[in-house]
């Protein structure tokens, strides 16, 4: 078994090879767009020399190798290059953008754990009774209903319905703390709703796997009251598969929020995302492609970090 | 017995969804395309119970010919990587070492992206259409085949009948063919359920957002899409087919969940 840092630092190493690995196919899946990147983004307005300069601005003609290697070096620096069609650096508008998205994956997340490890802990704490049937089906539709479709319901019922909450556009926290608050309670409930499905499902999964064990049948023989059980003793058994799953599941928000965003007019990377792909703007596709996804395989990496410096056992695979 | 009843209502969801998609043209419904300016925006109705859409074309012939596409994506993607990636992941568990790396680290690659924004900066290259957006899942989908199929191999070769097998001479090929990969296949069967309710999620929610089916072929996502305008005045176009995706998803859950109890004598019951 290694120690708990050597455990750290071996997971970073893997790190940078995937690092590298994304950079590589995000770029070169770019490159794979059929026709000219710089006929399809001029369009019908194309002339010769309006096509010449703009491969001349972009470093197009350059071998393949070497425009990845100047890419890779300005990311590197933090410098992502210029966008297509307003000229604008691409880290900027990613900067502007990624506080929205994170406060949404935020809230997002908070939602997800206040829902979903209640749910597991009353079903798991009394298996087969009806709260433990309800959170296996609450459980199951939960991961079975479209994210999208379930923001424009949330979005008919409480916002254009009963008109309790606004339905789209974004106020900065920083302008209107309140405002910014209300806009963002849909959103991270769309988000939230079926990840707390999947985590009280597997809370309860947990639970009842520590229920069963010894110590708690222990301490259920020595007269402690269920209340005291539960907290005292099944919680924090169950906590660890419970955090991880918790981890896993910011990093599938960050790919789920490019819809929510849409359905919300939210402005975060993951509309950036979108955007950029319908107007065809490569660069900028190429540049968030990669940040949304650093973000999701970091996430992950930390989840997997701390589950092993938690539980030894981990450190030892 | 209690916990046969739901991968049972599962299974039937599944084959009532394919009995209904392939008899489709011979059911007595509205063309899912004929335009009706009359009935546009017509509340459900007895004839027309999923109501009309602002074209005043039938939601319920839309929502039975979406289910084509749905269906036909979800399982073209889920045939494609199980044909990609179990023999990636059989060679890569049966040869470790060098051989392993080499197919499994790129596969990570794929692995490290959430799977919505993988499949979105794929369409982005390949451009819209059904087919195009099933080549996009199966590339999404390839590296999870090939781990489980490769975890499969890794847990069964050290098996004392596969050894005995290799002591009476047994080829290579004879050996991961007839002795290992038999069971790798249930392990996969689980994963293509689950896989068949993400595609059916995924391909909503790409032509939801304009980059997966093109406009004219009805899809669920782009009849949502197109409801969105209307949901105030109209709002059966957005109840309907979101019912529908949720129907199909919730059917092959059910049948993972219970191909995973049934299939697997190990697992805990219940969980």
Redesign the interface.
Same mark, same amino acid.
């Given at each position: 078994m290694s120690s708990p840092w050597t455990f750290a630092a071996r997971r970073l190493l893997l790190a940078a090879p995937l690092l590298l690995g994304m950079s590589i196919l995000v770029f070169g899946l770019m490159r794979l767009v059929p026709g000219d990147p710089a006929v399809v983004v001029l369009g019908y307005k194309a002339t010769p020399e309006g096509v010449r300069a703009l491969r001349e601005a972009f470093h197009l003609d350059e071998p393949v190798a070497q425009q990845y290697l100047r890419w890779l070096a300005g990311v590197l620096r933090g410098d992502f290059g210029l966008d297509f069609r307003q000229n604008e650096p691409i880290g900027r508008m990613i900067l502007e953008r990624l506080p929205v998205t994170l406060e949404l994956t935020l809230l997002a997340t908070l939602c997800t754990a206040l829902l979903g490890i209640p749910l597991g802990l009353v079903g798991g704490a009394r298996r087969h009774g009806f709260a433990d049937r309800a959170t296996l089906a609450i459980g199951l539709v939960g991961v079975s209903i479209p994210d999208f479709w379930l923001g424009i319901m949330l979005m008919l019922g409480l916002s254009l319905g009963a008109g309790l909450l606004p339905s789209g556009g974004f106020v900065p926290l920083g302008e209107a703390p309140l405002d910014n608050l209300l806009h963002l309670v849909l959103p991270a409930l769309t988000l939230a709703l079926s990840r707390a499905a999947v985590l009280g499902r597997l809370s309860r999964a947990a639970v009842l796997d520590v229920v069963q064990r010894g110590f708690v049948q222990f301490a259920r023989a020595k007269g402690l009251a269920e209340r005291a059980i539960l907290f005292r003793h099944v919680l924090p058994n169950a906590a660890i598969p419970i955090v991880t799953v918790l981890g896993l599941q910011i990093g599938y928000m960050l790919g789920g929020a490019i819809v929510v965003e849409m359905i919300f007019t939210l402005p975060g990377v993951g509309r950036l995302t979108l955007d950029a792909v319908l107007e065809r703007n490569y660069p900028v596709v190429q540049s968030t492609v990669l940040v949304i996804g650093a973000m999701f395989m970091l996430v992950n990496l930390a989840t997997d970090i701390v589950y092993g410096l938690i539980d030894p056992r981990v450190r030892r695979r | 017995m209690r916990r046969r009843r =739901?991968p049972l209502a599962g299974l039937g969801i599944v084959l009532a969804l394919a009995v209904l998609t392939v008899l489709a043209p011979a059911l007595p419904l509205g063309s899912p395309t004929d335009i009706a300016k009359d009935l546009a925006l017509r509340g459900p109705t007895v004839t027309e119970p999923f109501g009309m859409d602002d074209l005043g074309r039938s939601i319920l012939s839309r929502v039975v010919y979406a289910y084509r596409i749905s269906l036909g994506v979800a399982v073209t993607a889920a045939v494609l990587a199980v044909l990609i990636g179990a023999p990636l992941g059989l060679v890569a568990g049966y040869c470790e070492g060098l051989a392993d790396q080499l197919i499994m680290?790129?596969l990570?690659?794929?692995m490290?992206? @959430?799977?919505? /924004? =993988?499949a979105?900066?794929? !369409?982005?290259?390949f451009g819209t259409g059904a087919v195009l957006l099933s080549v996009a899942l199966a590339i999404v989908y390839t590296p999870v085949m090939a781990r489980v199929a490769r975890a499969a191999v890794l847990a069964t070769k050290v098996e004392v009948y596969v050894d005995g097998a290799r002591a009476l001479g047994a080829t290579m090929p004879r050996l991961v063919l007839t002795h290992i990969a038999p069971n790798a296949a249930t392990p996969m069967l689980v994963q293509t359920s689950v896989l068949m309710?993400i595609g059916i =999620?995924i391909e909503?929610?790409l032509s939801? =957002? +304009?980059?997966g089916v093109r406009p004219p072929t009805p899809s669920l +996502?782009l009849m949502?899409a197109d409801g969105?305008g209307f !949901?105030?005045q109209a709002?059966w176009m957005?109840?309907f @087919? +979101?019912l529908a995706? !949720?129907l199909a998803? /919730?059917g092959f859950? !059910?049948l993972a969940?219970g191909l995973r109890d049934w299939l697997d004598p190990q697992a805990p019951a +219940?969980?």
């Open positions: - | =739901l680290r790129p990570d690659v794929l490290a992206f @959430p799977a919505v /924004l =993988l979105i900066a794929l !369409m982005s290259v309710a =999620l909503a929610a939801f =957002l +304009g980059v +996502g949502l969105r !949901m105030l709002p957005v109840v @087919p +979101g995706v !949720m998803v /919730l859950n !059910m969940d +219940g969980r």
